[in-house]
């Protein structure tokens, strides 16, 4: 008996999911599922398993006779995504550095080194690697349910934090926070890292509530 590591809808869910995430399906826009499924040499029906997950995962919706569409962004949803971050990640993320081993010290070094490059080339991916950064920081808290709440709002925050990044400048800004979240995660100053990671996710959502239409 084999087994088989990762479904073909499992596959097609990351990379509909990435697509999604970096812009290159637009959002409000229609999900193809023909042109999809042909563009992935698959059937529509994996195709269509992978988009009700991300349904789930609140990337798409299915209108009914329309078929599925990427959700828009919108001021709500920013508003309660960094809200359940402010919440949750300041404390999971000062448990992650009373927790952290030299490896994940590395680990966290090497993905911010990562990140200030992508930046630095203008290159694609700079949100992924954003939620790769945050995500390093997270995961030595060995908080199993509230890591995984938190790698889910880092998934919806991705596109708004794409957003965000828009304006000239915001990149470096960001980083250098980054830098300082990095600086005292590391060195396990905890109160600064609560102050820093909440200062960080506020000055996001502040800037969104600009950005962002009215509603």
Known sequence: MRLVIRSVSEQVVNVVRDWILSGRVPAN?????????GELGISKIPLREALTRLEQEGLVQNQANR????????????EEVFALRLKLE????????????????KAARDMLDTLYQVTGEGGEGVGAFNRAFHLA???PSQQ???????????????????????????????????????DAWLARDLDQLRELTI?????????LRQQLPVE
């Open 29 to 37: 826009s229609p999900i193809r599922q023909d042109a999809l499924a």
């Open 67 to 78: 078929g599925f569409f990427v959700r828009d962004l919108n001021t709500a949803e920013a």
């Open 90 to 105: 300041p404390d999971a993320i000062a448990l992650a550095a009373e927790r952290a081993t030299e490896a994940d010290h």
């Open 137 to 139: 920081l997270l995961r």
């Open 144 to 182: 199993l349910i509230t890591l995984n709440f938190l790698e889910r709002l880092h998934v919806l925050s991705e596109r708004y934090v794409r957003k965000h990044l828009e304006p000239l400048g915001r990149d470096e800004r960001a980083n250098e926070e980054h830098r300082q979240m990095l």
């Open 199 to 207: 200062a960080h996710t506020q000055k996001t959502l502040d800037d």
